[in-house]
């Protein structure tokens, strides 16, 4: 499936600090979402399904567990 990501709104995290690192997200129709690099906002973009988003999300937050 295509989605069109010319209209998206994309936001950075309010946690983020600023550096290279950052990534973008925007909320898209039908649950989906979307994930870009904020440095380079004409390159790629992955999209996820709402599962495929709280399967990923669930891992990080994992993850940031066991970095603590």
Known sequence: M??????????????SSGKDECVEIAWLPGGHVGVRHSKKPDGPAL????SEWDAFTAVVRQARRYDR
């Open 2 to 15: 295509t989605i069109d990501l010319s209209d998206a709104q994309w936001f950075k995290s309010s946690r």
């Open 47 to 50: 999209t996820f399904t709402p």
